[in-house]
């Protein structure tokens, strides 16, 4: 896993309410099983709110990950038990993609907003 210094951090690709907009994932993290998600660009930075049916995460950590540095550690934060059921259910999301050791991902580690 390679953690980059979050002030040294490249230009979001994309916005923070689009990090998270699956049904089912929306749910996972309502019931606090999905506690990150890895995209192909930068979609927030630390600090941001996401909010999600009225309400607020704040986005802990922003890095780049390889997918051959997933553990089922990291499965888990997804809201999966092991990479190999969170590998067949990203390969189902992107019928043709490749799953490649060496590919990076942006990893956004989330936590809720205590009121």
Not at 42 to 65: C, H, N, P, T, W
Request: proline share 5%; glycine share 6%.
């Amino acid at each position: 896993m390679t953690n980059h210094e979050e002030t040294n951090l490249p230009p979001k690709t994309c916005s923070v309410e689009r990090l998270i907009t699956m049904e089912s994932d929306i749910e996972l993290v309502l019931q606090g099983k999905k506690t990150a998600t890895r995209r192909n660009g930068r979609y927030a930075d630390v600090g941001e709110i996401m909010e999600l049916k009225g309400k607020s995460f704040k986005v802990d950590k922003v890095y780049i990950q390889t997918l051959g540095d997933l553990t089922d550690k990291h499965a888990v934060q997804e809201g999966f038990q092991s990479v190999e059921d969170y590998k067949q259910s990203i390969l189902a999301y992107h019928p043709g993609m490749p799953w490649l050791p060496h590919m990076t991902v942006w990893t956004h580690e989330f936590s809720p907003v205590k009121a």
